[in-house]
C-alpha cells in the first residue's frame, strides 16, 4: 500500500531556515499536502502542491517535489520560535481526497 | 467563516461503552472525512461521507461507523470501545465538486477510554 515516510526530529536555531523532508510510495499522487499541528491542536493546513509542478512558494514557505524521486520537502526561511510543532506530510492519490500520512517530524526552534 | 468544528473536545468513556462524535464542514464543503491519530502517530482514514453516503473506508472495523446529514455535517460513532480507542479524532471537510483542492481539519476531539 501507499507509504510516506519522514525524518522525525529537526533543531535548528530562531533565523535559520529549516528544511523538512518527506518521501512516498505511490507514484498515482495527485497533491501532496504540509500540515502544522501544534501541542494538543488539530492540523492546519499550510499548502499543497500539484504532482506535475516542482516548485511552490507562499511566502516564507517553499515547496520541491522531485517526481521521479517521489521526494518532498518543505522549506521555512527565517524559522521563529512560533514555527515549532510537528510538521505532516500527506499524499492523495485518488480522486476522494482521503490522505494518507506521514508520523510527522518535530521542529523545535531554539532563541 | 467558520472552519471545520467538533465536538466535543474532550471526553472521558469506559470499555464497551459508545461515543457519538460530531463535526460540521467548512462552509461551501460537501465532503467529511474522518482520522483517528493515536499519540505519536500520523493521522489514519477511517471512512469518508459525501451525498450522505459512505465513499470510501479506510481499514477500521464495523465498529466504528458514521452518517453524514443533509446540511453536510456529520457523526463517528464508535461501538463497544476499546482501550485502543483512545486517540485524537480529526475531521477533514473538502468540496468534491469544486476546483480547490484544499482539506481543511478541526481541532479534532480528544477520546480517552478507561
Known amino acids: 500500500g501507499e507509504d510516506v515516510e519522514q525524518s522525525l526530529f529537526l533543531s535548528v536555531r530562531e533565523g535559520d531556515s529549516s528544511v523538512i523532508n518527506c518521501t512516498y510510495t505511490d507514484s498515482s499522487s495527485t497533491y501532496l499536502y504540509w500540515y502544522k499541528q501544534e501541542p494538543g491542536a488539530g492540523l492546519q493546513l499550510l499548502t499543497y502542491i500539484f504532482s506535475n509542478m516542482d516548485m511552490k512558494q507562499d511566502q516564507r514557505l517553499t515547496v520541491l517535489l522531485n517526481k521521479k524521486d517521489k521526494h518532498l520537502s518543505l522549506r521555512i526561511a527565517d524559522t521563529q520560535t512560533g514555527d515549532s510543532a510537528i510538521y505532516f506530510c500527506a499524499d492523495r492519490v485518488d480522486g476522494y481526497s482521503t490522505l494518507t500520512f506521514g508520523k510527522g517530524t518535530m521542529l523545535l526552534v531554539s532563541p | 467563516d467558520a472552519g471545520v468544528t467538533q465536538s466535543p473536545t474532550h471526553l472521558i468513556k469506559t470499555r464497551g461503552q459508545q461515543v457519538t462524535l460530531r463535526c460540521s464542514p467548512k462552509?461551501?464543503?460537501?465532503?467529511v472525512s474522518w482520522y483517528q491519530q493515536a499519540l505519536g502517530q500520523g493521522p489514519q482514514f477511517i471512512f469518508q461521507y459525501y451525498e450522505e453516503e459512505e465513499r470510501q473506508r479506510g481499514n477500521f472495523p464495523d465498529r466504528f461507523s458514521g452518517h453524514q446529514f443533509p446540511n453536510y455535517s456529520s457523526e463517528l460513532n464508535v461501538n463497544a470501545l476499546l482501550l485502543g480507542d483512545s486517540a485524537l479524532y480529526l475531521c477533514?471537510?473538502?468540496?468534491?465538486?469544486?476546483?480547490?483542492?484544499?482539506?481543511?481539519f478541526g481541532e479534532g476531539s480528544w477520546l480517552t477510554v478507561v
Open positions: 477533514a471537510s473538502s468540496w468534491y465538486r469544486g476546483r480547490e483542492n484544499t482539506i481543511y
Open positions: 462552509s461551501g464543503h460537501d465532503t
